[in-house]
């Protein structure tokens, strides 16, 4: 017994549809690939691989206004000061020069009250992230770090910040303040 003849035609067509399999996968498989760098493939990856934490810039994740500045440095930079003149004066003494401090900066600040005479009546700290992320508002803050955080937190570089107060002046005006000095 003999094989049936395969025509040119049938053969040619066979392997056409074999490479269009081929092209239509690998077209797939880039399309996987790019979905796993968006925020729904992040979540998709958490969600059957791991631990359900995932580590970005929480200002960018958030959509904060400290990410939807002009490109401009120069329009960015007047139109944060512009914002922070509106909440208030600057510190007495303080020079405005170009932020020494990045965004999502944990700060710590002395406040001091003096008598009439220049004696210390009060002081007290307070520890503020600056610029501020989702003022205080929504789950995020204030859920327990759960197991999953937990041992991010342990593996990685991670820091959780239980609690961030008010800055008690403009946020602007603490990222453009030297370390150590009294205004």
């Not at 269009?20 to 990856?45: I, Y």
């Not at 904060?64 to 510190?91: H, I, K, Q, V, Y």
């Not at 999502?104 to 210390?120: H, K, S, V």
């Amino acid at each position: 017994m003999t094989a049936p003849a395969t025509s040119p035609a049938s053969a040619r067509t066979a392997k056409s549809r074999r490479d269009l399999l081929l092209v239509v996968a690998l077209v797939m498989l880039a399309l996987v690939g790019w979905a796993c760098l968006t925020p729904f493939g992040g979540w998709v990856q958490s969600f059957f691989f791991g631990t359900g934490v995932r580590w970005q810039n929480a200002y960018v994740a958030l959509d904060t206004a400290e990410n939807n500045l002009p490109r401009n440095e120069r329009e960015s930079d007047r139109l944060l000061l512009a914002n922070a003149m509106a909440e208030g004066e600057p510190p007495a003494g303080l020079k405005m020069g170009p932020r020494l401090h990045p965004a999502g900066t944990l700060a710590t600040l002395r406040y001091e009250i003096f008598d009439e005479n220049g004696q210390p009546m009060d002081k007290w700290d307070v520890r503020a992230l600056v610029p501020n992320i989702g003022n205080g508002e929504g789950p995020f803050w204030r859920e327990p770090c759960a197991k999953a955080c937990s041992e991010e937190i342990a593996n990685g570089s991670g820091t959780h910040i239980r609690r961030s107060g008010e800055a008690g002046i403009a946020e602007e005006y603490v990222l453009r303040m030297p370390v150590g000095q009294t205004f």
